[in-house]
T-cell receptor, first 114, second 113 residues
Framework: KAGVTQTPRYLIKTRGQQVTLSCSPI?????VSWYQQTPGQGLQFLFE???????NKGNFPGRFSGRQFSNSRSEMNVSTLELGDSALYLC?????????????FGDGTRLSIL | DAKTTQPPSMDCAEGRAANLPCNHS???????VYWYRQIHSQGPQYIIH???NNETNEMASLIITEDRKSSTLILPHATLRDTAVYYC??????????????FGTGTLLAVQP
């Protein structure tokens, strides 16, 4: 079974731009979660989507948004980029229903803001 | 905030067992203990999880104390490729309709040749 795939792996943007990151979950997984990892704050939860609906959201400004498509693929968008948005953005997937099961992570998109 | 406490770093000699402790003194009856690790520049990798009984898989063993307030992850024969940050996470059995994981700062395990 293919793992979680995130694209692109690396991205360089400038302040004020916007960016869209993509995540393809493991086949059959309906839950997709996004995390931001920085040296100062560590791994922080951004939001989770299940069956095209956001079902939980972390403490991030409205510039951070996401969506999920009917095939469970997900995208996250960051608008009006700031230097502090430089981070590794990770996506994780799991089946999403019933008793919790392990989440499986992709290798992330490393976003650098100049 | 994370509900677990781990030492910031540990060393282990290659070929020896690595024992990584985790305190979760406020764990409730429905909460599992999960372990993940993150090798540099990769996403976190699931290792093992348990509720109250000891668990073993091809990667590691998980020992949970009888009062469930602490646990130990054991890598039986550490190799250089096991050098990583190890995260201990407490999760509700049914997730409360969410798969949110709360990561602490983890333990950096350095396996020495």
């Amino acid at each position: 079974k293919a793992g979680v795939t995130q694209t692109p792996r690396y991205l360089i943007k400038t302040r004020g731009q916007q960016v869209t990151l993509s995540c393809s979950p493991i086949s059959g997984h309906r839950s997709v979660s996004w995390y931001q990892q920085t040296p100062g704050q560590g791994l922080q939860f951004l939001f989770e989507y299940f069956s095209e609906t956001q079902r939980n959201k972390g403490n991030f400004p409205g510039r951070f948004s996401g969506r999920q498509f009917s095939n469970s693929r997900s995208e996250m968008n960051v608008s009006t980029l700031e230097l502090g948005d430089s981070a590794l953005y990770l996506c994780a997937s799991s089946p999403g229903t019933g008793e919790v099961q392990p989440q499986h992570f992709g290798d992330g998109t490393r976003l650098s803001i100049l | 905030d994370a509900k677990t406490t781990q030492p910031p770093s540990m060393d282990c000699a290659e070929g020896r067992a690595a024992n990584l402790p985790c305190n979760h003194s406020t764990i409730s009856g429905n909460e599992y203990v999960y372990w993940y690790r993150q090798i540099h520049s990769q996403g976190p990798q699931y290792i093992i999880h348990g509720l109250k009984n000891n668990e073993t898989n091809e990667m590691a063993s998980l020992i949970i104390t009888e009062d469930r307030k602490s646990s130990t992850l054991i890598l039986p024969h550490a190799t250089l490729r096991d050098t990583a940050v190890y995260y201990c996470i407490v999760r509700d059995k049914y997730g409360g309709a969410t798969n949110k994981l709360i990561f602490g700062t983890g333990t950096l395990l350095a396996v020495q040749p």
